[in-house]
């Protein structure tokens, strides 16, 4: 009869220790797949937000080269507005996925982004010095290389 109660101990405690260690793996497992997945969401916001505010910029700069009333500097504001619209909402997306320094590094984007945009509106002679909006991207584009647990580039500073 022992023997009977001993066998059927050490069944249970084999059962509950396969089941723990499998519901483990699976919690593991999903923990995994929902990292991956948030990467890859969190991967294709910033490349967009990055390629939408190259867009901004270079309609703003053809828009403010272009000659006052024509046709052809309408068009390009219209174009300006309407990629200005789109990286609106891809930063509402940035600020709930990503980290908060690469959100700081977006919204200082932003501030140099809607300045260009005013002189291309007001077609001011002085835009916003180029260099300026490149040394903000690079800083995002570090940010969100931290963010994602990517490596900085070897070839900057």
């Given at each position: 009869m022992i023997t009977q109660i001993v066998t059927l101990a050490g069944v249970l405690i084999g059962a509950l220790t396969s089941y723990l260690s499998t519901a483990m793996a699976e919690r593991a497992r999903h923990r995994r797949g929902?990292?991956?997945?948030?990467d890859e969401r969190?991967?294709?916001t910033y490349i967009e937000y990055?390629?939408?505010v190259k867009e901004v910029y270079g309609a703003a700069k053809r828009a403010r080269r272009a000659a006052e009333g024509t046709e052809d500097r309408m068009q390009l504001l219209a174009e300006m507005v309407e990629a200005e619209q789109r990286r609106s909402i891809?930063?509402?997306?940035?600020?709930?996925l990503a980290a908060p320094a690469a959100i700081k590094a977006a919204h200082a984007v932003n501030l140099c982004l809607w300045q260009e945009q005013t002189a291309a509106k007001n077609q001011e002679a002085t835009p916003v010095v180029e260099g300026d909006l490149e040394a903000l991207m690079n800083i995002y584009h570090e940010q969100a290389r931290t963010d994602l647990?990517?490596?900085l580039?070897?070839?900057?500073?």
């Open positions: 929902m990292a991956t997945r948030w969190k991967l294709n990055a390629s939408c891809l930063f509402e997306t940035l600020v709930l647990g990517i490596p580039s070897p070839w900057r500073d």
